[in-house]
Structures are given as C-alpha cells and as structure tokens.
C-alpha cells in the first residue's frame, strides 16, 4: 500500500494526479493552502475510488512548519510517495517591475521546494523506500526573454533534483524530474501562442507512469524533449536575440 | 474566445474564465463586465443559451468534484460540471442511477439544473429538478447560499437558465437500477398508431419514446419506431467501444431529403414488423444513443442547423403533433427525423418545460426557408398552448416566450431581488428579455 503526498493538490494536473494514483488503487494526502478545495478534492477521491484520501495543511514559503510537516508525513504507515506540484507564474513584464514579485517566484518555486523536500529525504531515505516527483517546466531548460525569473527558479529546482536523485538513488528512492511543457492548466489558461498543449489528465497519467518505473526525467508531453534539444543547441550569440 | 451552441447556428466571441476554486468563481463574479456572465460547460444547448457575447462566460469544467455519496439513501453531492455520463458510467456499476437523463451524457449537473431536463421516463420520474434535495448557489456577490425546493431562489434557479447565480455544488437523489434496459421496439404507421402506442406506455412502461420519420407524408404521416424500456438485471455489459468521431465538417448537402429519407427507411426495417424485437443494453447507450458518434453535430456542415422541441398539451396534441408533422413534412427545408415522448407534469422551476402532453423534437438544417418555417411551427405552438424548449431553442421571440411560459413573471421578480444588478446575462436572456419586458 502507498501514500501518495500531493503538494499543492488544487491545482488541476495535481488533482488529475491524485485521481490516476487514486485508481490505481493507492491512498493519498493532499498538501496546500486551500483547505476547503482540497476537502472537496478529498472527498472526490473517496467518492470516486473508495481510498482514503486526507488534508494536511501546507504551505511553500512557510519554510519554518515543513519540520512539522515532514514530521506527520513520517507517521503514515507503509510505503510513502511525494509529488511535487506547486509553484507560481507571473508575467515576466510583472516580474521586471517588481522585484518583490521575483523573490516570490523564487522563494515559492525553488526555496520552497528545496526546503520541503529536504525535511522530506530524510523520512524516504530512513525507510528505505518510496519515491519523489516534482514538477519542473521547460522553462529551466534555458532562461529566455520572456520568463527567465521563474525560468531560473525551475532550472534550479532541476539541478537540485539531480543531486537529490543521485543521493536518494542510495537508498533506493527514484526521483524523477518532469519536465512541463505547455499545459492546459489555470497557469496558462487564454495565453496567446499556445501550442501541442496537454490536457491535465494525459499529463498526469504520464507522470504517475514514469514515476513509477523510476524514470530520472520525463517530458511532458513527450515532443517537447525535442523542442528542448533545439532550445539547447541555439547558439548563446542568437539565443539573445530570439524574443521568446 | 469564440464559442457556439451545440447546432452552431448561434454562436459569439466571449471573454471567458475557467475557474477550478470557489474563490476564483466568486472573482469572477466580482470582475463582471457589463455585459454579465454565464456559467457553461457541456456546450450542449443548442441555440445561446450558454453564449453571452455581450459579456463574459465561466467555463465550469474543472468544477468536477463528487462531494459526497450515501449508499443507504443514494444522495449524491457534486459540483456542477460534473456530466451525466460520468455519473452513469461511475453509478451504474454500482447499482444506481441518476433519476432523470437527458438524451446526452455530456450534459452536467449545472446544464441539467439551469434547463431543468427531462428524460425519457418524465411521465413516472418528472424533471431534474424534482430530484435535488439542496442546491449551493453562488449569487453575484459571491456569496454562496443552500437552496431547499420550496423556496422562491430554488424555483427561479430550476430552469431559470443560469440567470440566478453559479451553482456551485448540489444534492441528487440517485435510484438504485440495475446497469441494462431491456428494450422493446416495434413499427408504428401513422400518428394515431404513435399517440395510441404512447398512451400505453405512459401506464406501463418505465421508459419510452419514438422516432418519427419527418419526411413522410399522407397515410404515412407521423411513422416511425416506439421504443419501450424496463429496467433488467443483466451481466455487465462489455466495456463500450471508443466512439467515432466525426473528424470535420460534413459538406451541407450531405443530409438531404434524398438520403435522410432512404436512411429513415432503412432504420425503420431494422426492426421487424408486427411484433417487432427486444435486445437488452448497457444503460448508457439507451439513454445516450448520439454521444458514441463524437461532434455528430458536423453532420450539418458549417452552416449548423436548429433544434425545434415543443411541449403540446394533451388536449391539443393530436391536432398539433399532426399539424407540426405536416407542416416539417412539406417545408423547405424541412426536418429528417423527429423525436416524440410524453410528459407529465410540470416542473418545480418557473420557467421549467414540461407540461402534461406530447413532446416533439426535430432537426431543421439551416438552409433557406428554415426561419420561415420555424416560425410557422412556433404559431402552431403557440395555437395550441404548448410551449418551446429554451436549451434546444435560438429562434423564439421574446412574445411568444412571455405567452408560454406564464410564471415568468414570478421568475423576474425572484430575479429583481436574486440579482438586481444584473450581473448574470446571457444571449438567450437578452433575446427573450428574460429578466423584464
């Protein structure tokens, strides 16, 4: 029997998430700050699926209470894995403004992460077993003119998890990294300039999938592993000038 | 965004918002433009009640949570956008049922509740309405207040075509049935056969209705299939097929007289004459028999076509099921296949559809001469004291509407005082100048 640990469990590839993992017959604990949602969410899930499904109140940037956290994360029986979902967008042109709104995105998007998943570790490592997922964004594969705040907090997030994965490998916890391409999410919901987007359900199937063979890094959807080759290989001298 | 009803003839560019929170629902309120908003979800009214170019609309799609389920009494809480067809597809192993289905499972709850539809048991079950034991809704101040049938708002929200507020959660009393109809069908020559065959079934049968061939005249006016149903225990049906998809716009002169009648009789002979056949078949696909051809909508080309129901009372429904039939059967351009059922009573909403009587419902593809006859078709309705359908309708002027629907004035003034700025709107709202005269 797993548990799966859904942080930030309103938004919607998370709850498409937690209802794969759900019929897949294991129990789940959604983590965020909208406790009525994610009691809806729950009682969905107990709805639908007949698994038990609880709340546990949680916040990113509350860096104090993830000892806590962690702490009752660690009193669940049986075998425990953690998805990793939440995070924040704004405009870059927003973001460029204010400077306040650039700390947020990163104290949210990598500080936060960085911070639950290391009071986290320690739980998966000690029993060796589990497994993580989070959720990073083609946005870190390069920092680009038109989101490179958010862009670095992802990239970062990336990199950690890299060496989060090598460390858990030790102890027998996968840690996969997805890499988010354009989702039809309340993120990107009316943006112009759309393109091969994923509905929520698809992606989170495709998640649950490769976290659970213990992928290192999977695409979502799969083409955008191609889109981030090209990214990769533009040469810095035209990157620059590219206004994407 | 653009967005159009389901027969594509109304259509508008709207601003829209999907929100998956109550929070956001209540923002979204709260940044009404002046136009108004209207919360849609399924898209599957046919004319505009679900458009509102003028303003904004909320797309409850990932409103789509069940909240709560008793097995002892069948009570089921759940968001709005929540589609029949899932409830259905979830329940009926289970050994429930929602009470009433309308003839698609990707209505939701909210559509079902904003239209408060009927199925094909209204004689025995009534509308949807008649089933709800709460409703949560959402005024346009945000605030969310519990309807019980019986109050004032609960009677203006069944049926009031969204005007009243978003609903944001509500209680459905599921029936337990087993998960197959056995199902009776056999010939009908004309519509004295049809109406007879119904009368009978309206005392017998759980479930009826009848496929009429429209393109028959004469001695043949009014022909088609009465198909009966009853509840079976069976063993599971085989998960269903994928269904086809009708992958882009048929050419508009695909569906004519020629082809549609050849169709109807091939359809007709299906089923043997005299004592006709029965087959026994998951529930979904009786109750949904278009939704397993995905967008059959683009069977009309681009140019869409409109979806004429009416109730006909029963004193009048012979004169006016004949006089409706002659009238398609001979027009241009006229209609393919119509759809008959009973009613029995009237609905719990003010401006709910059902009276006791017969139901008729057919296409009319919008070609030259549709308006005209359309119109000929709501006088007859209007003649005989009948009403039409808003969810399917795009067509109706606010007169006749005001002269068929006579508790519209109690749904302004619950209106006036539910939202007296004029914050919820919608095409269809507007076109029947729903809120005053």
Redesign the interface.
């Known amino acids: 029997m797993t548990t799966w640990v859904v942080l930030g469990a309103s938004s919607s590839v998370a709850r498409a998430f937690a209802r794969a993992a759900a019929a897949a017959g294991h129990d789940l604990v959604l983590a965020g700050r909208d406790g009525e949602d994610l009691g809806r969410s729950a009682a969905d899930l107990s709805v639908r699926f007949a698994c038990a499904a609880d709340v546990v109140p949680f916040d990113a940037t509350d860096y104090h209470g993830h000892a806590a956290f962690a702490e009752r994360i660690g009193r669940i029986e049986g075998e425990i894995a953690v998805a990793l979902f939440f995070g924040v967008m704004h405009p870059q042109a927003c973001v460029d403004a204010d400077v306040a709104l650039a700390r947020r995105t990163i104290a949210v998007n990598y500080l936060g992460a960085v911070s639950v998943l290391a009071h986290l570790a320690p739980v998966l490592e000690a029993r060796r077993g589990g497994r993580i997922v989070a959720v990073g964004s083609m946005a870190g594969v390069r920092g680009r003119l038109s989101n490179y705040v958010y862009g670095s907090a992802k990239a970062g997030l990336a990199a950690y998890l890299q060496g989060l994965r090598a460390r858990l490998w030790r102890a027998g916890v996968p840690v996969t990294t997805v890499v988010a391409g354009f989702l039809d999410t309340a993120m990107t919901f009316g943006l112009p300039g759309m393109f091969l987007v994923a509905t929520p359900e698809a992606a989170a199937a495709r998640i649950l999938a490769a976290a659970e063979r213990g992928r290192e890094v999977v695409y979502v959807p799969g083409f955008w592993r191609w889109i981030a080759l090209v990214l990769r290989l533009v040469p810095e001298r035209l990157f620059k000038r590219l206004a994407i | 965004?653009r967005l159009a009803g389901w027969g594509r003839v109304c259509a508008a560019e709207t601003l829209?918002?999907?929100p998956?929170?109550?929070?956001?629902v209540a923002a979204a309120l709260a940044a009404t433009p002046s136009g108004g908003i209207i919360a849609r979800r399924g898209g599957r009214s046919y004319g505009d009640a679900a458009l509102n170019g003028a303003g904004r609309t909320l797309l409850t799609r990932?409103l789509d949570?069940?909240?709560?389920?008793d097995p002892e009494s069948g009570l089921?809480a759940a968001?709005p956008g929540v589609t029949l067809g899932e409830l259905v597809r979830?329940f009926a192993p289970r050994g429930f049922l929602p009470p009433v289905v309308p003839g698609t499972g990707f209505a939701t709850l909210g559509g079902a509740v904003a239209m408060d539809v009927h199925g094909k048991n209204h004689d025995r079950a009534g509308s949807f309405g008649d089933h709800l034991a709460w409703l949560d809704l959402m005024g346009p101040s945000g605030e969310v207040r519990r309807l019980a049938p019986g109050e004032p708002l609960f009677a203006a929200t069944v049926g009031g075509a969204g005007l009243t507020g978003v609903v944001t959660a509500l209680a459905l009393r599921l029936v337990r049935a087993p998960a197959a109809v056995g199902v009776r069908e056999r010939r009908i020559g004309d519509l004295d056969g049809f109406l007879a065959g119904l009368a009978e079934a309206r005392a017998t049968a759980t479930y009826s209705v009848g496929w009429i061939d429209a393109l028959a005249r004469g001695r043949g006016l009014g022909r088609g299939i009465l198909e009966t149903a009853e509840p079976v225990e069976a063993p599971p049906p085989a998960p269903a097929r994928g269904g086809l998809a009708i992958p882009c716009e048929a050419p508009g002169w695909l569906l004519n007289k020629a082809s549609v009648a050849a169709f109807n009789v091939l359809y007709r002979r299906r089923v043997p004459r005299g004592g006709g056949r029965e087959r026994v078949v998951p529930v979904a696909r009786f109750f949904f028999p278009l939704d397993a051809l995905c967008a059959w909508n683009r069977l009309y080309g681009r140019a869409g076509f409109h979806q004429f129901q009416c109730v006909l009372p029963d004193a009048h429904a012979e004169t006016g099921a004949r006089r409706l039939l002659e009238t398609v059967a001979k027009g241009r351009p006229g209609a393919f296949l119509a759809v008959i059922k009973t009613l029995g009573g009237e609905g719990r909403g003010l401006l709910s559809f059902p009276m006791p009587g017969v139901t008729l419902a057919f296409d009319v593809p919008r070609r030259g001469g549709a308006e005209a006859l359309l119109d000929a078709c709501e006088r007859i309705v209007r003649d005989a004291g009948g009403r039409v359908y808003l969810a399917k309708d795009a067509r109706l002027s606010a007169a006749a509407f005001a002269e068929m629907y006579p508790r519209l004035e109690a749904f302004r003034e619950a209106l006036a005082i539910a939202d007296p700025n004029a914050r919820m709107g919608s095409d269809l709202a507007r076109r029947l100048r729903m809120r005053e005269p």
Do not use: N, T
């Open positions: 965004m829209a918002c999907r998956e929170r109550l929070r956001e990932r949570r069940l909240l709560a389920f089921l968001e979830i």
